[in-house]
């Protein structure tokens, strides 16, 4: 039984190697900032949970108690890490982007981002 789970302690630990190598190589080799924001915050978050998995059913297996901590980590890093990508992205819409260059934003024809109707941004930009 002790092997079984030592197998699967070493899974896990080598899927977390394997997707935070990945998460890694595709924040440095990625062309643009926005594909470069994907790839560490999908695979080094599954990295991550990865560890934390295995020091779980470490602890169950080899110290006889339900650790709580990594399950409370984990629920952080799952609920936290979309978010902070989310914002990342849209300071980058910001800073990069103007109106004119983005796609079409469907039958609204606003963006979230950018969300004065085109009538009114032309009256603001005007100098008084």
């Known amino acids: 039984m002790d092997m079984i789970l030592d197998v699967l302690i070493a899974g896990f630990l080598v899927m977390a190697g394997v997707f935070g190598f990945v998460g890694s190589y595709g924040l440095l080799k990625l062309n643009d ?3 470069r924001l994907h790839a560490p915050t999908k695979a080094t978050t599954l ?17 006889g108690r339900l650790s709580l901590h990594e399950l409370m980590i984990t ?5 936290t890490a979309p978010v902070t990508a989310h914002f990342i992205a849209k300071v ?8 004119g260059t983005l796609p079409s934003a469907g039958p609204d024809a606003i963006w979230a981002t ?8 032309e009256s603001t930009d005007q100098p008084q």
């Open 75 to 79: 629920l952080f890093l799952f609920l």
């Open 114 to 121: 950018h969300n004065t109707p085109p009538e009114e941004a």
């Open 33 to 35: 900032p926005m594909s």
């Open 47 to 63: 990295g991550v949970g990865g560890v934390l998995l295995a020091s779980m059913v470490h602890a169950i297996a080899f110290e």
């Open 92 to 99: 980058h819409i910001h800073r990069r982007e103007e109106t």
